[in-house]
Every structure is written in C-alpha cells, then in structure tokens.
C-alpha cells in the first residue's frame, strides 16, 4: 500500500503483513498450483448460532446440493418490537464473499464476521452464498453456483425465510471477486424470469474486474499487499476457462469479448472502490461502463480505503461503507 502504514490501526498492519507473506510464500506454489490442504488448515471457520442470537442475529445453514458443496449461510437480525413478524419487513440480500474465486467460503470467520455486521447494522437478512472455487473448479461453475441459490430461494423461500424478510426487495452484493459474482447475478437475472424475487439493486464492493491491459492503479499500486498485479494474474488464470484470457467477457466485462446490456432491465448499481486499491482503474471502467449502457450506477470512492477495507470495522471508512450501501438500499426501496 502506498499509504503509510503507520496510518493504520496495528490489528489491520499485523493481519496485512501476515497474509501477503502466508499467500506468496506458503499458499502459492511456484509452479503456480495452490496449496488446498494448507490454506484450508489457516482458514478458520465458524459454526452457525440458528438459537442463539450473535450481537442480535442467529444464522442457519441450509444445503442446497451436497455433491457440489452448494449450501449457504442465512442471517436474521432479531426483532424486540411489539409488532408480529409480518408487519416487520426488511430487504433480503445475496451475499457472494471474495477471495479471487480461489479461496475461503460462506463460513470463513472473516465474512462470518461481515455478514454479522451487516445483517445487524443495516439492517438485512443475509444470504451467503458458499459456491464452489478454482482451480478444482473453473468458471461458470461459481455462477451457476450463484444463481442456482437465487432460483433455490425464489421457489422454496417460505421454507427458510423469516417471515420479515421481503424478497420484493432484493439484492445481490458481494466484494471483490464476490463484487464481479453479483454483476452476473444481476445479468442472469435480468434475462430470466423469478416469480418472487424482485432484485432491487447491486451492491458492487471493490469489484475485481481486469483485462488483458495493464492500468496505472495496477502499475502504480504493484506491490499491494492483498492483490499486487502477479496475484490477480494468477487467480484469472486459475479462474478462467482454459484457453482464455482476461479479456474474457467474466472478467473484462465491458472489453472487446463484451455482451451488450443496454436493452436489459438492468438493476440500479452502487459500485464502492478505494483510492488504495490496485484494481480501482476496472472499477471506474465498470461504473463507466454500466453508465454508457443506459444504467443507473452510483460510484462512492474511499481516498484511502485499501483493498478489503470492509472486513475491518476499525477503519474509518468502515461506519461510511455503511452508511452509503444504507442510504443507497432506502433510496431504491422507496420507490
């Protein structure tokens, strides 16, 4: 990172030094292949809590498909009011975690974490998707992943809904790599028919788009702890059909391999980057992109605001993180 180090709280400087070594060093092999044993053994993961709430939110696993390890974590804030159930409704929101679609899943303590805080904060019932991860698995395996979960809810919600939660006002999010899952979800959606499922909006967290073109964020911000410029390159080439490369229309989606959207019915989009953020240059191509294609997008830009920022409530840019999806979920609500 570019900032100074020292402007960060020791928790965030410790965790960053420690990660950017464990990955490049004991994760990656230098043949390019992953450490799966290795990186699942410091993946520390969490159990759901469906009784007792956690800081006012239980969670409940439910499995979709047990051959492909499709299941997803459900997070329901409690309610202490005098109303019954159905008179409380609030949004219901796709959750699709990062990790460069190599690693970590719906029950990592970090997202654990993440979606605890928003499902209290503001507030949601949380739907986390755990889809399946390359290498073993390449892309379209975690879209199908993806939207197989959202066609799953949209036919069996009164099976595992709170009575509060309101599909009328749904949305897909996710970071990173969970930031470009949400934009295809929203695609996928667009171009198909849900009879309960009304997506309200997308919520895009540090997307992780690319391309075959290096931009000067990527250049100037190389050495980043969590996503210098041979990581990303690396984990397109784990990702992406064998053959491609990262002009493919997944990853660079308004590239030369792009699909036109203009005439979909295309959900409003908040893009969230960070002025310290290798990948910031795709994300403005992105909102620049979704904005020449007729779309209603909104950027919010964090000066500095590393990648991942959200995962660490102790930044600064954290309570504003929350407020801004806030503010933008009400605005599309309202309508």
């Known amino acids: 990172m570019s900032q100074n180090s020292a402007d960060l709280p020791w928790k965030v400087r410790l965790f960053t030094s420690l990660f950017s070594f464990t990955y490049k060093v004991m994760i990656r092999r230098s043949d390019g292949s992953l450490n799966r044993l290795l990186l699942n053994f410091l993946d520390y993961k969490t159990s759901p809590s469906p009784d007792k709430p956690i800081d006012g939110v239980t969670t409940t696993d439910f499995t979709i498909d047990e051959d492909r390890n499709l299941w997803f974590r459900l997070y329901n804030p409690v309610f202490r009011t005098s109303t019954t159930d159905n008179e409380v409704n609030i949004p219901v929101i796709f959750y699709f975690h990062g990790g460069g679609f190599i690693c970590m899943a719906a029950n990592s303590k970090l997202f654990d974490d993440l979606c605890y805080r928003l499902a209290r904060l503001l507030p949601a019932v949380i739907i986390s998707v755990n889809y399946r991860l390359a290498p073993e698995r390449r892309c379209p ?24 939660a309101n599909l009328k006002h749904s949305f897909v999010a996710g970071d990173s790599a969970g930031g470009n899952l949400a934009h295809h979800m929203a695609l996928k959606a667009s171009k198909s028919e849900l009879f309960n499922i009304k997506l309200t909006g997308v919520i895009a967290i540090q997307p992780f788009f690319g391309g075959e073109e290096r931009t000067g964020s990527e250049i100037k911000l190389s050495r980043d702890p969590f996503v210098p410029m041979d990581t990303t390159d690396w984990m397109w080439r784990s990702f992406l059909p064998e053959g491609s490369n990262r002009d493919h229309q997944v990853s660079n989606v308004f590239g030369p391999n792009s699909v036109d959207i203009s005439e979909l019915k295309y959900p409003a989009v908040l893009v969230i980057i960070g002025g310290l953020d290798p990948l910031q240059d795709w994300q403005k191509r992105y909102y620049e992109g979704l904005k020449k294609s007729g779309k209603e997008v909104y950027l919010v830009e964090y000066v500095n605001a590393f990648h991942s920022f959200y995962l660490f409530p102790c930044v600064p840019e954290f309570s504003l993180f929350i407020k801004d999806v806030k503010d933008f979920m009400q605005k599309q609500m309202s309508r």
């Open 141 to 164: 395996c975690q879209y199908e992943d993806g939207f197989d979960v959202i066609k799953f809810i949209d036919k069996s919600y009164l099976e595992v809904l709170p009575n509060h």
